[in-house]
């Protein structure tokens, strides 16, 4: 039996690998790339290749005459229906989930963000309808507790789309036929590509002070109205706050961003609430300067909560030499997303690691975390994994 590779990349080189030394002859192979690495495998073999023009998909003529059956691996190209009527047996790809479960490109990111507790492969058979045709073979495992998506897929998925693939080939050649189970169309749900944006905007702010209030009094209506108004006047901005009444004690705790010029009047105007009985202390900062030969950064970060977010991110920053000068996290409960875990956190960045440089790091950090990103540069104080 002649068997053609619609693949790419490392897993589809491994398929390729496992198959021949299961001793499958293969036809030829489809690769997106002369460079991928699964088309040198195929060339270092000497076997028959053919590169796609469009990466989308795959006509009929990159099918060679002889195919007995194709396996896709890895591939985000569409086979076409030409292409599966050149081979005897159709088609079959893996796809890493429990089909009808996460049907799309993201299958292994949905299963770590939807919290299953129990993951599997599909070898299913190549038909209308992304990852919709019928089952020919599935297994599953357990999810580690902390588990992240690529751990799970190095881990388990990836070895056991290896042990399916070989299983369903083997079957093939020995019976000139195909396994079939329908999918259950009730059970499906869908893995579509987790959005992560990046931006890096160079911002010049007007030169801004910090100023932490705490005021704490006799409690009575009105003293926060009190503060926010003389803040007001000054073009201050409530930055935050954290606010109590404590045995009949009004205590609070309110950070503004003020412009410097503006500062020490709105800290005057603010100790004038004295004389209505509150006690104020009031500290002021200024801007945290960029280190020499660096510029700050701010990188703000929502995503889908899960262990490790932020030694991840301090690891990979730390790496292209970028220091954290401030660090805020929270992570929000939402109904319909579940825990959601937000960053915001100041950056020094290396003068010579410019723009593009550090969006391809937070674009491949992204990536690995399945997250959104924005950063805004600030001016310093001078100035288908499956088939």
Not at 121 to 135: I, Q
Not at 242 to 251: E, P
Not at 325 to 330: F, I, Q, S
Request: charged share 20%; proline share 6%.
């Amino acid at each position: 039996m002649k068997v053609t590779l619609v693949g790419s990349r490392y897993f589809g080189a491994l398929v390729f690998e496992a198959l021949r030394k299961d001793g499958v002859e293969f036809a030829g192979v489809v690769a997106p790339a002369a460079e991928d690495r699964l088309a040198q495998a195929a060339n270092s073999a000497g076997v028959p290749l053919h590169v796609l023009e469009n990466p989308k998909q795959v006509p009929g003529e990159a099918i060679p005459p002889g195919t007995d059956l194709i396996v896709a691996a890895h591939t985000h190209a569409r086979v076409s229906n030409e292409a599966l009527a050149r081979s005897r047996l159709g088609g079959v790809g893996y796809h890493p989930s429990l089909l009808p479960r996460h049907r799309g490109i993201a299958a292994v990111e949905w299963t770590i963000m939807e919290g299953d507790p129990i993951a599997g492969g599909s070898v299913y058979h190549l038909a209308d309808g992304w990852d919709a045709g019928a089952v020919a073979a599935q297994d599953w495992c357990f999810v580690a507790k902390g588990e992240t998506a690529r751990d799970l897929w190095e881990r388990a998925l990836a070895p056991m789309g290896l042990a399916l693939l070989t299983r369903v080939v083997r079957h093939a050649a020995e019976h000139g036929a195909l396994p079939s189970y329908p999918q259950d169309p009730r059970f499906a749900t869908r893995a579509p590509l987790v959005r992560r944006t990046v931006s890096l905007t160079d911002e010049h702010k007007p030169e801004v002070m910090s100023l932490v209030v705490t005021a704490i009094g006799a409690d009575r209506p009105g003293l926060v109205r009190q503060l926010s108004e003389r803040a007001q006047g000054f073009g201050a901005n409530w930055a935050g706050s954290r606010m109590a009444n404590i045995a009949g004690q009004f205590a609070g705790m309110v950070h503004f961003e003020v412009p410097a010029a503006n500062a020490d009047a709105l800290a005057t105007a603010l100790q004038g609430l004295e004389s209505a009985g509150l006690r104020i202390v009031i500290a002021k900062t200024g801007p945290i300067p960029a280190p020499a030969g660096r510029r700050m950064v701010t990188l703000e970060l929502e995503g889908p909560d899960r262990p490790g977010i932020v030694r991840d991110l301090s690891r990979s920053l730390a790496d292209r030499g970028v220091s954290i000068e401030e660090l805020h996290t929270e992570i929000v409960d939402a109904a319909d997303t579940g825990h959601t875990f937000r960053v915001k956190a100041l950056l020094a960045v290396p003068a010579a690691l410019n723009n593009d440089e550090l969006k391809r790091g937070l674009d491949a950090l992204a990536s690995e975390m399945v997250i959104d990103l924005d950063a805004f540069e600030r001016a310093d104080a001078a100035g288908q994994v499956g088939a």
